[in-house]
């Protein structure tokens, strides 16, 4: 079946411009997470939506982003007047939503501030 | 805070040699630990994960151990080959939904 997907693949922008990247989980997954990868980094988690909870934003590290779930399914991480470090991968994923449960991730968005 | 310390950040190993990447984490509470495998240009991927109700796991050639007392646990791939070469990342669970990441292995499998 169909996994994560994520779009676009690579975005190359420039510094102070905004840009949204979008992220389709697995149909029937209710949670979903983003998380940015730098070079030679880990995962750092950003945001995670659960269902119709309210989401956890504590990982977003500056007002500049902000993330959306509508209807429960796609969501859209948007990056206000980016700076040269947001370049980064930034990668979604999707679980059934319960605890432990494995996460599947999407390819990634590759983006590049200049 | 807590965090997830992750050697070594490289590991070259010949074809059929085994390969062993370790991990610590901070906060006793996390119970929960799985392995991720990233291919280039690839999201990662669970390979195997283990919880806290057990100290080791098998899956043909790869095979996890944790010791909780000091939290500690480690990824053993025997018999490896050049597939396996990928960048490969440990987790512990934070709460119940949140994980912390390890900064990742590269492992290069030499033939």
């Known amino acids: 079946g169909a996994g994560v997907s994520q779009s676009p693949s690579n975005k190359v922008t420039e510094k102070g411009k905004d840009v949204e990247l979008r992220c389709d989980p697995i149909?029937?997954?209710?949670?979903l997470y983003w998380y940015r990868q730098s070079l030679g980094q880990g995962l750092e988690f950003l945001i995670y939506?659960?269902?119709?909870?309210?989401?956890?934003k504590s990982g977003l590290p500056s007002d500049r982003f902000s993330a959306e779930r509508t209807g429960g399914s796609v969501s859209t991480l948007t990056i206000q007047r980016t700076q040269q470090e947001d370049s980064a991968v930034y990668l979604c994923?999707?679980?059934?939503?319960?605890?432990?449960?494995?996460?599947?991730f999407g390819p990634g968005t590759r983006l590049l501030v200049l | 805070g807590e965090n997830v310390e992750q050697h070594p950040s490289t590991l070259s190993v010949q074809e059929g040699d085994s390969a062993v990447i370790k991990c610590t984490y901070s906060?006793?509470?996390?119970?929960?630990f799985p392995w991720y495998k990233q291919e280039l240009g690839k999201g990662p991927q669970l390979i195997i994960d283990?919880?806290?109700?057990?100290g080791e796991k098998k899956d043909q050639r790869i095979a996890v151990t944790l010791n909780k007392t000091a939290k500690h646990f480690s990824l053993h791939i025997t018999e490896t080959q050049p597939e396996d070469s990928a960048v490969y990342f440990c987790?512990?669970?934070?709460?119940?939904?949140?994980?912390?990441f390890g900064t990742g292995t590269r492992l290069k499998v030499l033939a």
């Open positions: 149909s029937g997954h209710t949670a």
């Open positions: 987790a512990a669970s934070i709460g119940t939904y949140k994980y912390i």
């Open positions: 283990i919880r806290s109700n057990v």
């Open positions: 939506f659960q269902g119709n909870s309210a989401p956890d």
């Open positions: 994923a999707s679980s059934l939503g319960q605890p432990q449960e494995t996460q599947y």
């Open positions: 906060d006793s509470a996390s119970n929960y």
